[in-house]
């Protein structure tokens, strides 16, 4: 019964900015985590960042500094504000949640549909 619906993809121009958000939706009791994770044209899904409850972040080795992960509690959102954005970055960004859906049930892991995003040179 949750889901996870990105926006903010398109295309920009290297060096350019992008903001991407992640809305989760349905029976929530809790949000342990939330991150982004992406995937290149022939490549694996590799993290990009995630947040905790805590507001513990963590970033992949290839972000220097370049991206933010945030959150807002009062709209189960999280977003991903990128910066100087490089040509091999372009590819499907996906919302990545930890949820619990009740008091006394465990937590899950959810992902959603992803969003495209394309850095040209």
């Known amino acids: 019964q949750v889901q996870l619906v990105e926006s903010g993809g398109g295309s920009v121009q290297a060096g350019g900015s992008l903001t991407l958000s992640c809305a989760a939706s349905?029976?929530?009791?809790?949000?342990?985590?939330m991150g982004w994770y992406r995937q290149a044209p022939g490549k694996q899904r590799e993290l990009v960042a995630t947040?905790?409850?805590?507001?513990?972040?963590t970033y992949a080795d290839s972000i220097k500094g370049r991206f933010s992960i945030s959150g807002d509690n009062a709209k189960n959102t999280v977003y991903l504000l990128m910066n100087r954005l490089e040509p091999e970055e372009t590819g499907v960004y996906y919302c990545?949640?930890?949820?619990?859906?009740?008091?006394?049930?465990?937590?899950?892991?959810?992902w959603g549909k992803g969003t495209l995003v394309t850095v040209s040179s």
């Open positions: 990545n949640a930890y949820i619990r859906s009740s008091a006394v049930s465990y937590g899950a892991d959810y």
């Open positions: 947040i905790t409850s805590r507001i513990t972040t």
């Open positions: 349905g029976r929530i009791f809790s949000i342990d985590r």
